[in-house]
């Protein structure tokens, strides 16, 4: 019988157990608890795997079906708000995949193409589902906002306003996903836009929503981009580009946007500045992926531009990976032919502890406005 059938499991009383339960005390989680973020052990061998390979473990044993939890999104707000990730060990496959993003490129050219092969590319099926109708993979904006679709292309318009786009501008948009903000800029704005991204099954979807609009979709490296912008955008691609390659992304930027040009950076970032990515994570939802700093995005930003505008709306990523995360939920019926029973786990998981992430405030989401120093400045939307 697969341990994920069974109801109930005697907890082993032995110091695996009494080291998790102490940690998971201190964030108010207990184990077998009758509240939304306590945790039910299925496997009486998950205390020790976690206390052994730390974020990995963890992941991997709920893909496995070693716990459950009624709402994994309050089991990490509660984890990550009590600091109980910096308390487990790391594995020393882990502390050598730190070492190995800090002596190498792993966002080179011939690597930055893996994210769009496994991530990416799952297909469309999936995405068509869980995200809006204009095939946002990225925070939503909820200002005003009561449904996904309305705050996607509140997000949309928000970025076109900080842009000040013109009609017959040319915009380059920097990882462009599935054509979505290309569409929309070219559609309400009356711009030109060339869109580059490493997904085929991105490319695909993204040529044919823009069909009869004066929209190119490239499937390219950034690096390769040699070409004149009145305007440059990029939308949830910076934390592919890794900390070795940030210099030679704002190189590319400054040498393709014309000098009165305005540039938006629209990532998620990160807190505090280091090198480290959370092991499930890298392995299976976003390879090679590492999370930019304020200070990191200062660097290499300062040689070319002026920063104009910090807009941080991170919050706002918490509501629109639960609302993703109800329509995966909803929509799985129709797609369970074409997946597993744990990549459905997978999913799941990755979506809520990323909203639990953001809501206890541990991750952010930044949209950033650079000029060469535009006269009497600028003001920008919100």
């Keep these: 019988m697969s341990s994920s059938c069974i109801e109930e499991v005697s907890v082993p009383n032995d110091d695996w157990y009494r080291i ?7 964030a108010g989680i207990r184990i077998n608890g009758s509240a939304p973020s306590d945790i039910r052990v299925n496997n009486p061998l998950f205390f020790k795997r976690v206390l052994q390979e730390g974020s990995l473990g963890l992941g991997e044993s709920y893909m496995d079906g070693w716990w459950e939890c009624e709402r994994l999104d309050l089991f990490f707000q509660h984890v990550l708000r009590a600091g109980l990730e910096s308390q487990l060990p790391r594995h020393l496959k882990d502390t050598l995949r730190v070492a190995g993003a800090r002596l190498l490129n792993l966002q080179s050219k011939k690597r930055a193409w893996i994210v769009g092969k496994e991530h990416y590319d799952l297909g469309n099926d999936l995405f068509s589902r869980m995200l809006d109708p204009f095939m946002q993979y990225s925070c939503a904006y909820w200002k005003e906002a009561q449904t996904l679709e ?3 292309e509140a997000k949309l318009d928000l970025i076109c306003q900080k842009l000040q786009l013109q009609p017959g501008m040319r ?22 836009v060339v869109g580059v991204t490493i997904s085929a099954e991105q490319q695909k979807m993204a040529q044919a929503r823009c069909e009869g609009l004066d929209v190119q979709i490239l499937l390219q490296d950034y690096r390769d981009l040699q070409d004149q912008f009145d305007r440059i955008v990029s939308v949830g691609m910076f934390e592919h580009v890794g900390p070795k390659n940030y210099a030679t992304y704002f190189n590319v930027v400054d040498r393709n946007l014309k000098p009165d040009g305005l540039f938006l950076l629209h990532t998620i970032g990160s807190k ?12 299976y939802i976003f390879p090679n992926g590492c999370l930019p700093s ?18 941080n709306f991170g919050a706002d990523y918490d509501t629109t990976l639960m609302a993703w995360h109800s329509r995966f939920i909803n929509s799985w019926p129709e797609i369970a032919d074409n997946y597993s029973e744990r990549f459905k786990r997978m999913f799941s998981y990755y979506l809520n502890a990323c909203a639990g992430a953001f809501r206890a405030r541990d991750i952010q989401l930044w949209q950033v406005v650079f000029t060469r120093g535009a006269e009497g400045g600028l003001r920008v939307a919100r």
């Design 150 to 152: 309305q705050a996607q």
């Design 171 to 192: 915009v380059l948009d920097i990882g462009c996903g599935w054509g979505g903000l290309a569409y929309y800029m070219a559609k309400n704005y009356g711009v030109s």
């Design 272 to 283: 505090k500045t280091d090198n480290n990515v959370d092991p499930w994570i890298n392995k």
């Design 294 to 311: 304020v200070r990191q995005i200062a660097i290499a930003s300062e040689p070319h531009f002026v920063m104009e505008d910090w807009h």
């Design 20 to 26: 998790v339960n102490e940690m998971l005390s201190r």
